[in-house]
Each structure stands twice: as C-alpha cells, then as structure tokens.
C-alpha cells in the first residue's frame, strides 16, 4: 500500500504568515486518468462504446486544461496510469506539470495532491475530476477568490458526489478524505458533516451534472441547447457511426478536430 500523506505540519503553520501573501500563490489540480478506449467512464461505455466513451472524457478533460490556462493559477495535471507521462505530454505539450498520482483510492490520491500542492507553499487550491463537464475560467476564479474568505470550497454534482474541493492551505487536513463511501450518493453528505463538524466556512459552488451514464451526457446537452463548446462537440462524437470492432483503437490521441470521425475510420 502506497504511504499516506501527512497534513502540513503545525510547525511549519505556525512560521507561515497567518494572512495570504498578495498576490494569492494559487493553484488548479486537474485529477485525470488517460482517455484509454477501455480504460475509462466504464458505465457510460457500456451504454455508448468504448471509444465514445473515452472520446468525451477527452474532450472535456482538454476543456478542463484549456479553460484553466486562461487564469492566472498555477496548474497541475495528477495523471493516472504510472506510465501515461508521455502521452499527456503529447496532449498538453512538455511544459505540462505532470504528478503521479500516489494513494490507496480516490481519497488518498487527491489528498497526497494537496499534500504535495502546499508544500510548495501555495497558499490555496483547488482540485477538479478530469471529466468535470461545463468548467470556465470563470469557474476556477470563483473557486479560488472564494477562499479568501472562505477556508473550504466544494462543488456538489446531481448524483450525491463533488466534481471540485478546495483549500486554504492552513485549513486542509486529510481527515477530509477518510471514511467517505466512495463512488456514491454519500460522498458529498458525508464530506459535509466532517466540514461542519471541523467549524471550517465553506463555500458551495453551483451544483452540476457529472457525466457517468448516458442518461447524465443527454440532461448534460438538454441544459446546454446552443450547442457549441463542450456540448456541440460531444454531439459530434455521439452523431458518429459505431465501429464494428470497438476495440480496434486503444489509445485516443491529440488531433485538432475532437470529433473521432473525421480523423478515424470507424465504419
């Protein structure tokens, strides 16, 4: 079992100043696996594909990094599988700053990524799914402003989970992370009571769909009729015909047009 993280030792509190430096030291995490045909959004694949599949969770991750290059954030990709560095490279370019993930499951993989975010010493970040769908610039900064005032962000989705969580660096602690039910409608009620109970402020970004079934991409599309962006390019990749084979294409790669069509022959 990989080592769990340690909070930010109190010592070290103790000789940061109390107050934010200015300008905010802040940064983006984005938490991704490698958009593998296969390898992700295994509920939504059994309902669209594989390749479908994975080629949303491309596209919105590709979303995800673009918007949050328009801030003024330090940005992080906490990749997963081991050995995917290279081909993120390949989709963000080699100045991408590129973390493994390290952890036992989902709770000790983002807290070792704050973990390891402040002891940097950023003074507040935030961390968001690869696959969040429907995230701005404008999102991210209100995030991140939010924890001026505020000691926690979080950002619940439809089904019971959280699509973003964030921190001040002297009010995260891993505690947030342990005894959650993880991957179910639990998580973001039980993340809750432990905030609540830790008197910390917190801040509740706008509740948001996560895109894990079919049933989540078309209220997704539904809520987001003009069809550009994101939404008209998903449209494209569900618009496009099946393969016979859907294990023909093991990886997803980079292309211009995010469209699997124009640059695969699936038929």
């Known amino acids: 079992m990989a080592a769990q993280p340690e909070a930010v030792p109190a010592e070290e509190a103790k000789s940061r100043n109390s107050l934010f430096r200015l300008p905010m030291k802040t940064k983006i995490l984005i938490l991704t696996k490698f958009p593998e045909a296969g390898k992700v959004k295994s509920r939504l694949a059994k309902e669209i594909g594989n390749h479908k599949a994975a080629e949303i969770y491309r596209t919105v991750l590709l979303n995800n990094w673009q918007q949050a290059k328009e801030t003024d954030h330090g940005i992080s990709i906490e990749f997963s599988p081991p050995d995917s560095k290279d081909k993120f490279h390949k989709m963000f370019g080699s100045n991408a700053k590129l973390n493994p993930q390290v952890g036992s499951d989902i709770g000790w993989k983002m807290a070792n990524a704050f973990t390891n975010c402040f002891q940097q010493q950023f003074d507040a970040a935030i961390l968001?799914?690869?696959?969040?769908?429907?995230?701005?610039?404008?999102?991210?900064?209100?995030?991140?402003?939010?924890?001026?005032?505020?000691?926690?962000?979080?950002?619940?989705?439809?089904?019971?989970?959280?699509?973003?969580?964030?921190?001040?660096?002297?009010?995260?602690?891993?505690?947030?992370?342990?005894?959650?039910?993880?991957?179910?409608?639990?998580?973001?009620?039980?993340?809750?009571?432990?905030?609540?109970?830790?008197?910390?402020?917190?801040?509740?970004?706008?509740?948001?769909?996560?895109?894990?079934?079919?049933?989540?991409?078309?209220?997704?599309?539904?809520?987001?009729?003009?069809?550009?962006?994101?939404?008209?390019?998903?449209?494209?990749?569900?618009?496009?015909?099946?393969?016979?084979?859907?294990?023909?294409?093991?990886?997803?790669?980079?292309?211009?047009?995010?469209?699997?069509?124009?640059?695969?022959?699936?038929?």
């Open 128 to 267: 968001i799914g690869g696959d969040a769908p429907n995230i701005s610039t404008q999102l991210f900064n209100e995030a991140l402003t939010s924890l001026q005032d505020h000691d926690i962000v979080l950002g619940p989705t439809h089904d019971g989970g959280y699509f973003l969580i964030g921190f001040k660096w002297d009010s995260f602690d891993t505690k947030y992370f342990q005894n959650i039910n993880w991957s179910t409608p639990k998580v973001f009620e039980q993340t809750s009571d432990i905030i609540r109970k830790s008197n910390n402020k917190l801040y509740l970004i706008e509740k948001r769909i996560d895109l894990d079934t079919f049933h989540d991409v078309k209220e997704f599309l539904r809520s987001n009729k003009e069809r550009s962006g994101v939404s008209g390019k998903i449209l494209e990749i569900l618009e496009c015909e099946d393969s016979d084979e859907d294990n023909s294409f093991n990886t997803v790669t980079n292309h211009a047009d995010p469209s699997i069509c124009s640059d695969r022959d699936l038929r």
